[in-house]
């Protein structure tokens, strides 16, 4: 069970997770996270030290809500070419994604670049982490007789996940999710060549 204080905090941190991810972190002020949460500065600031520790938890909230989503649909397919599936399939609409105003993953990268260096170090950490596993489920699909020892799992992951975090960009930017439509079919094409 949580305390109240715990669920008034969940509450400020869910509530602020769309605003950064559309508004970022330096265009997100104290004022936005009260007019939408209804709360008072000093209750928030009961929770909170300053601006920049509600940035850091928001968006390790974001990251791990996305990377958890994304595990979900992932793990729950039972071949190896049926999760890489998933992977993809996973960011099919890049217009309407979980949490409003796009990736967290890729949002936060490109904010946090020069900016915030203890978040991208947490946005480092979790794509490292995202391309380790995918890397492992390629893997696996090699050692099972899925794919052909011919693929190179470290590479082929950092492929998808560069082709998918670019595509999601464009696609918002163009405001269509056709194009991301055609770049998973051609990403799952070119896994099927490596069959053994």
Known sequence: MFTKAEKTKQFILETAMPLYNTKGIAGVSIDDVLA?????????????????????????LSLRKTADQMRLAVYTAKTAKAKVSAFLDFYKDPIQTPIPGGCPI????????????????????????GQQELTQVLEEGIQNGEFSAKLDAKVFAFKLVAAIEGGLILCRALDTAAPMHALIKSLKAELNQYKP
């Open 36 to 60: 939408a949460t209804k709360l008072t500065k000093g209750c928030l600031y009961g929770h909170f030290q300053s601006k920049d520790d509600l940035s850091e938890q928001v968006i390790d």
């Open 106 to 129: 890729f949002n936060t990268a490109v904010e946090a670049d020069d900016s915030y260096p203890l978040i991208k170090q947490k946005v480092a950490a979790t794509i490292k982490a």
